[in-house]
């Protein structure tokens, strides 16, 4: 590597620290799948509680795999008690996603796009935000980018072996999110024209063989976890699975509507995943509309009359792009950044080799759209919200916990429930550091035979009123009327209620 680009890949290091660090304990997001990952790894780590699960998803009675909860404990035990390990953990992969996006980018589409690649990875706001806290898809630009990488070493270097690797980042993929596992589809496809290349060459074809049946093997092994589970509760997740796509399927219509759905989604989908994800605001829609579309003739241009020893580069990045677009323009329900993080580097690659490739044919065109993507990283880290007074943070959760600990005796049996906005009755993010106290509560599934219920209350609800099992439960048990043992206000953020039976 020359002396240029040490001080590039030392200048984009630094920068992308900058933003993914700078203030982060008091932005550091903590919510109620934090507190539940956190307490789990916990377990893991000091009660040696193994698990067989990851987080249940969003949509359908279906469960992701622990592998991300075993992964964060090494980083937990760096920082325990305090929970920002995994958090710190995860931006330390974001950071290196950024690095790599340049070092292994430049073999696949030549040193300038990666350059702008890795420019427009560390400025990307979605990018800096996912960033920045602890959360099963957040590591999955990282195994994107290496499933990308080995996706080209296999057919550069002729080696079958490496499909294996791209196997394994694909088992990863699939334990951080269900749509990840669209990438078996360019990985796929990729595949089986390096097998077609070299259905003449007995020696390989064999390779190629082995390296599928151990790529099996992998994935297989890794549903272990997940089928032991299924088996024991009923095919909770195969069903929860099979209402999924049969809801999927439901929501479609004839073929002909079908398809004009999706090229109308697909124009949607594009730009949230293109000229929206590095920085482009949502309200320029119109503008927006027009990068894509240039976009995409740029990438035609590429795909068909570049013959560089790049192109090979250029036609991966292109097919994961938009295998990933047409891909996700099918999901039927509401697409969030996470959900397709997986994507990152490859749409970030496929955005600098546009540039790249206009710039090559147009050489006048280089100061105009270096000021132009200086502008744009101007503006993405003026919007950034750090800038501004923090919010309530991980402080004052365990603030709250601390508050109330003196009101629990020794071998009291409690749990806490928390009411707010956004309906996270079991208080999960709070129930953390209730783990990591002397005083430890009930399990978040077990509100029965209390001796004490502690209620936080975030909007200012009326605890005896809240129509929750949580709450109504310990109601019940001490004959409708639970005896308020104290009450305590936290700031402006939380009013405490501290209830023991009669």
């Known amino acids: 590597m020359s002396r240029?680009?040490?001080?590039?890949?030392?200048?984009?290091?630094?920068?992308?620290?900058?933003?993914?660090?700078?203030?982060?304990?008091?932005?550091?997001?903590?919510?109620?799948?934090?507190?539940?990952?956190?307490?789990?790894?916990?377990k893991i780590l000091v009660d040696h509680d193994v698990t067989l699960l990851g987080p249940r998803t969003s949509i359908g009675q279906m469960y992701l795999g622990p592998l991300y909860y075993y992964a964060m404990v090494p980083f937990l035990a760096l920082t325990y008690p305090s929970p920002i390990g995994p958090a710190l953990g995860v931006t330390a992969m974001g950071i290196?996603?950024?690095?790599?996006?340049?070092?292994?980018?430049?073999?696949?589409?030549?040193?300038?796009?990666?350059?702008?690649?890795?420019?427009?990875?560390?400025?990307?706001?979605?990018?800096?935000?996912?960033?920045?806290?602890?959360?099963?898809?957040?590591?999955a630009p990282l195994v994107g980018l290496l499933m990308i990488w080995f996706s080209?070493?296999?057919?550069?270097?002729?080696?079958p072996k490496y499909w294996i690797l791209v196997a394994l980042c694909f088992t990863i993929l699939s334990q951080l999110h269900y749509l990840a596992l669209l990438s078996a589809v360019p990985a796929g496809i990729l595949f089986l024209a390096h097998l077609w290349q070299n259905r003449k060459n007995t020696k390989i074809y064999r390779s190629f063989f082995s390296a599928f049946l151990l790529s099996i093997t992998i994935f297989l092994l890794s549903l272990i976890p997940l089928v032991l589970f299924n088996m024991k509760h009923d095919n909770l997740i195969l069903n929860g699975f099979q209402d999924f796509l049969v809801s999927q399927s439901q929501l479609r219509t004839p073929i002909t509507q079908k398809i004009n759905q999706m090229v109308q989604d697909s124009e949607g989908v594009g730009m949230r995943l293109t000229v929206e994800?590095?920085?482009?605001?949502?309200n320029t829609r119109d503008m927006n509309s027009i990068l894509l579309v240039c976009l995409y003739l740029l990438s035609v241009f590429v795909l068909i009359l570049n013959r560089s020893k790049h192109a090979l580069g250029y036609r991966i990045v292109f097919l994961w792009t938009m295998i990933g677009i047409i891909g996700i323009s099918y999901y039927q329900y509401t697409i969030y950044e996470h959900y397709f993080a997986f994507l990152f580097p490859a749409l970030f690659l496929f955005v600098a080799?546009?540039?790249?490739?206009?710039?090559?044919?147009?050489?006048?065109?280089?100061?105009?759209?270096?000021?132009?993507?200086?502008?744009?990283?101007?503006?993405?880290?003026?919007?950034?919200?750090?800038?501004?007074?923090a919010p309530t943070g991980i402080h004052?959760?365990?603030?709250?916990?601390?508050?109330?600990?003196?009101?629990?005796?020794?071998?009291?049996?409690?749990?806490?429930?928390?009411?707010?906005d956004n309906r996270e009755y079991m208080g999960m993010k709070y129930r953390?550091?209730?783990?990591?106290?002397?005083?430890?509560?009930?399990?978040?599934?077990?509100?029965?035979?209390?001796?004490?219920?502690?209620?936080?209350?975030?909007?200012?609800?009326?605890?005896?009123?809240?129509?929750?099992?949580?709450?109504q439960q310990f109601v019940r048990e001490s004959a409708g009327a639970p005896a308020l043992l104290q009450r305590l206000e936290y700031k402006d953020s939380a009013d405490i209620y501290i209830y023991e039976k009669k």
């Open 4 to 42: 240029k680009e040490c001080i590039f890949l030392t200048f984009l290091v630094l920068i992308a620290s900058f933003l993914r660090l700078y203030r982060f304990t008091d932005f550091l997001e903590f919510l109620d799948d934090q507190g539940r990952d956190a307490v789990i790894i916990k």
């Open 96 to 139: 290196l996603s950024v690095a790599l996006t340049y070092i292994l980018g430049k073999n696949m589409v030549g040193q300038n796009a990666a350059g702008i690649a890795a420019l427009l990875f560390a400025f990307s706001p979605a990018a800096i935000k996912l960033s920045r806290f602890s959360w099963q898809p957040n590591p």
């Open 152 to 159: 080209f070493f296999a057919l550069k270097k002729n080696k």
């Open 277 to 282: 994800l590095i920085g482009f605001s949502l």
């Open 353 to 389: 080799v546009s540039l790249t490739y206009l710039t090559q044919k147009f050489r006048f065109l280089w100061v105009p759209i270096v000021v132009f993507l200086s502008v744009l990283f101007l503006k993405n880290v003026i919007m950034l919200p750090y800038w501004r007074a």
């Open 396 to 420: 004052d959760l365990k603030n709250v916990s601390e508050k109330i600990q003196p009101y629990l005796l020794e071998g009291e049996k409690y749990n806490i429930a928390l009411l707010n």
């Open 432 to 471: 953390y550091f209730f783990e990591i106290a002397d005083q430890k509560p009930q399990s978040q599934y077990n509100y029965t035979n209390l001796d004490k219920l502690v209620v936080i209350v975030e909007n200012n609800e009326d605890p005896m009123k809240a129509p929750i099992y949580e709450i």
